[in-house]
């Protein structure tokens, strides 16, 4: 007998368990499948982003920073430490245990929303029809919904040459889970998920090297942010090495052997491990029958129109594996805005205003768009910009290094664009998202009054500036 639900979410990833939540908040009967399975066989809710991404790097990040300002920061405030020491089993399994903490509270609240679980993969059929079969079990189960969610994710992408093999060429969830420092940690692409992960282990003491094919560094970020990171991440000691094509990697004698391509031709390399985070591609394999009447696109992500509906009536599919950044909060706004519209509700989904974060130190975030997508597109803009270092609290924190940049029409003065780098940026940017949500202007956040020392007075100063009138710097 096929079992009938309101809403079947396939996938249980931060868009996929949001949707859920959401549509269960509304009343609907829904029910969500997932494949993910933790390391004692049961079902991990999360997706990527809660069990080998974007939580697991960040539990890493903040062991390793503090690991590197105790050896290299904390003398200038006075602390003397000698011979510290990490105990990288003890750090991992710290991270486990934050990643356990959270999955569990996304199980605790499908309860909650008496949402159905279902552990294993689910594969749309024609009609809005889903077979399931269970994670430790061959044989499939019908189900039937008014309405499908596919959120199913996404998967590291695999370049030509360059295997894993899980031990010494590894992806980013291998290098969640090592269990020693490298001593040469090579790493290709010098992305966010590069940064993160390059930054974890050159802060545990690997000498880190990144190849990334691309000339320019950060080509998404905004320029002047790109190249003021690109200095700092030098001094911390990551080798980035621009307009590097990786050829191939082989292993031989516990070392993996890379050669690559550059402006002066072919080269080896040789590392302990090898990382690969080129970026990462939509996961469909075996989720659409061939009648289910879905279709891909040419870049392999499931076709769907603004508002996150697919050619099919009632089958609607959000996150990594539609168009737009592969982000987990752009993936839990479109589950909540489908959840509403299926339920009658008016939502929308806004791009526009989705903020990107990269979680280094200093960390870089940004909306909106950059200084040279303004002169691609011909729009005249003002810019205004104001150092870390003139912020009294970034003095004395000991944590001055970076700036706020803004962008605003040279008519209007709508904010276009806030792109930072430095000490909190990733809770900075919120206020910039707000303001550019409600299509404000850049004298709205200057006239805004400002905590004192804080360092969003960075963010007011940069305001004041795009009208030539900050205080605390020459205009």
Known sequence: MTEKFDLIVIGGGPGGYVAAIRAAQLGLNTACIDMTTARDGKAALGGTCLNVGCIPSKALLDSSKHFHHLNNDYAAHGINVTDASIDIDTMIARKDKVV???????????????????????????????????????EAQLLHADNIILASGSVPIEIPNVAFDGEF???????????????????????????????????????????????????????????????????????????TLVKSAIVEDGEVRVTFENQKGEDNISFNRLLVAVGRKPYTEGLLADDC???????????????????????????DCVRGPMLAHKASEEGIAVAELMAGKAAHIH??????????DPEIAWVGKTEQELIEQAISYRVGSFPFAATGRGLAMGDAAGMVKMLADEESDEILGVHIIGPGASELISECVVAMEFHGASEDLARIVHAHPTLSEAVHEAALHVDRRAIHRGN
């Open 293 to 319: 009447g879905v279709e891909l696109n040419e870049r392999g992500q499931i076709g769907v129109d603004e508002q996150s509906r697919t050619s099919v009536a009632g089958v609607w599919a959000i996150g």
């Open 100 to 138: 356990s903490k959270l999955t569990g509270g996304v199980a605790q609240l499908f309860k909650a929303n008496k949402i159905r679980q279902f552990h294993g993969r689910g594969r749309l059929l024609a009609d809005r029809q889903v077979e399931f079969t269970a994670h430790d079990s061959d």
């Open 169 to 243: 060429i590894i992806d980013n969830e291998g290098a969640l889970d090592l269990t020693e420092v490298p001593e040469r940690l090579g790493v290709i692409g010098a992305g966010v998920i590069g940064l993160e992960l390059g930054s974890v282990w050159s802060r545990l003491g690997s000498e880190v090297t990144l190849l990334e094919a691309l000339p320019e560094f950060l080509m998404t970020a905004d320029q002047d942010i790109a190249k003021q990171a690109g200095r700092l991440f030098k001094r911390q000691g990551l080798d980035i090495r621009l307009g």
């Open 351 to 360: 791009f526009d205003t989705v903020p990107w974060v990269v979680y280094t």
